[in-house]
């Protein structure tokens, strides 16, 4: 398929696809969603508090630094193709995925730091990204309140034959007032309420349906909100305060339908959504717009877990509930999780 160019992009550009099976079996075969890659063994699992004792810690992403209760956490983001198109808020969005990531976990963030891999200092081009790129971190930092190595941004270039693009990699770390309280993403019972927090927008840009499926390779950035993105975080905390929460999991690679596929396969639990009718079925499985995030909530709990986020003026949406294995979206079966297939 020819390229678009990204100033002319629209999503009515691309055909909305009929049957999902085709979307999500050729997908699901990408090598960088390994995850949930039915064809190799490289996903990692979950971080499961049970589990976690002082032996596993550092595997499991999770250290002391002395003998107090309180542990760090760590995460690292990279992106150089999104870079390419508007550093500025690039530099933004990878900071605020690391932030989703760590606050998800249960953790505080406090610090990054960011290096800057393949620059060519004799290009103009490459100084106006790196400027661009700084100040996106630097008001990033600012708005979650990070600590940012003293605002310095390590570099490297090495000559290579080929062109190796920039590439920005964000290095956050979280603080963990207790490990014993450490929140996972997996699914835990059937039965428990979906719930997406944010808002879905008509939005493919960028993602890696439009990229794959599609072969687009040129599109706008998704959508992203740095000031609305602070006030999730800040709700999300919340929430997990008051142990509203079961899982949570910010919506990332491969959008709404791979992130439920990622929280249900550890414990082969399914589920059963219904998508927004006001938004194209593709975006809402697919788009990787910002801002949103996966919680699974007890029946107990949802009306609490709602009136708390209505209060605070953040929009929520109640998906449908976790299934015994079978995944089902608009009352289609699309399959079976402990089947090793979807479809």
Same mark, same amino acid.
């Given at each position: 398929m020819a390229e678009i160019e990204t100033e002319m992009f629209t999503i009515d550009q691309v055909p909305e696809p009929t049957d999902l099976r085709n979307v999500i079996y050729s997908m699901v075969a990408m090598p960088h969603l390994s995850p949930v890659n039915l064809f190799n063994e490289f996903a990692s699992s979950a971080i499961d508090p049970t589990q976690v004792g002082k032996e596993d810690l550092?595997?499991?992403?999770?250290? #002391? +630094?002395? $003998? /107090?209760? +309180?542990?760090?956490?760590?995460?690292?983001? /990279? %992106? #150089?193709?999104?870079?390419?198109? $508007?550093p500025f808020v690039a530099a933004q969005i990878i900071v605020a995925k690391a932030v989703r990531r760590l606050v998800c976990y249960g953790a505080e963030p406090v610090s990054m730091s960011a290096f800057l891999n393949n620059v060519e200092f004799a290009s103009p081009i490459a100084e106006e990204m790196v400027m661009a790129a700084r100040l996106g971190l630097e008001a990033a930092a600012a708005v979650f309140s990070l600590q940012f190595s003293n605002r310095k941004i390590f570099y490297d270039y090495s000559e290579h034959d080929g062109i190796l693009p920039p590439t920005l990699i964000v290095s956050l770390v979280g603080k963990l007032k207790d490990r014993d309280h450490i929140l996972t993403s997996k699914f835990k019972r059937k039965g428990h309420n979906i719930l997406l927090i944010g808002r879905s927008f008509n939005d493919i840009n960028a993602s890696e349906y439009l990229d794959h499926f599609h072969e687009i390779k040129e599109s706008p950035l998704m959508h992203f909100n740095l000031g609305f993105e602070n006030k999730l975080m800040g709700a999300l905390k919340e929430l997990i305060k008051r142990n509203l929460v079961e899982s949570a999991s910010p919506v990332g690679l491969g959008g709404l339908f791979f992130t439920l596929?990622? %929280?249900?396969?550890?414990?082969?639990?399914?589920?059963? +959504?219904?998508? %927004?009718?006001? +938004?194209?079925?593709?975006?809402?499985?697919?788009?990787e717009g910002m801002g949103r995030v996966v919680v699974t909530v007890t029946e107990e709990k949802e009306d609490e877990f709602v009136d708390f986020l209505y209060d605070l003026n953040i929009p929520v949406m109640t998906l449908g509930h976790i299934t015994k294995g079978e995944i089902r979206i608009d009352d289609q079966s699309l399959g079976f999780v402990d089947k090793g297939i979807v479809g």
């Open positions: 550092f595997g499991a992403g999770v250290f #002391h +630094i002395d $003998d /107090s209760k +309180i542990a760090f956490t760590q995460t690292i983001y /990279s %992106d #150089h193709r999104r870079l390419a198109v $508007d596929l990622r %929280d249900a396969m550890p414990n082969e639990l399914g589920f059963d +959504i219904t998508t %927004d009718a006001e +938004i194209r079925t593709d975006a809402f499985l697919f788009g």
